[in-house]
Nanobody, 115 residues
Framework: QVQLVESGGGLVQPGGSLRLSCAPS????????MGWYRQASGKERELVAI???????NYANSVKGRFTISRDNAKNAVYLQMNSLKSEDTAVYYC?????????WGQGTQVTVSS
């Protein structure tokens, strides 16, 4: 079964940057959208950013101007560049791929913003 593999999380100081990556372990066809979600401790999972097959992007208001989502179609990979990180960005970040018939989720990568 194909899995999404994430990388790039870690501990960073406020104001710092991180780049998350996500790629499938095998082939996935007819991807409609790729996205990043996050779940902070005690809170519900929320959408952070999404990019469609036509490269239309959408961001949560809380990350606009600081985060950038991009994709590499050749690798079926999606990235999240996170700049000017704040303590409230601390969460487990999950990538998500939606196809015509099924959705895939990564295992999650921890991002901790702390001094």
């Amino acid at each position: 079964q194909v899995q999404l593999v994430e990388s790039g999380g870690g501990l960073v100081q406020p104001g710092g940057s991180l780049r998350l990556s996500c790629a499938p372990s095998g082939s996935i066809f007819s991807i409609r959208s790729m996205g990043w979600y996050r779940q902070a401790s005690g809170k519900e999972r929320e959408l952070v950013a999404i990019i469609t097959s036509g490269s239309i992007t959408n961001y949560a208001n809380s990350v606009k101007g600081r985060f950038t989502i991009s994709r590499d179609n050749a690798k079926n990979a999606v990235y999240l560049q996170m700049n000017s990180l704040k303590s409230e960005d601390t969460a487990v970040y999950y990538c998500n791929y939606e196809t015509l018939s099924v959705g895939y989720w990564g295992q999650g990568t921890q991002v901790t913003v702390s001094s």
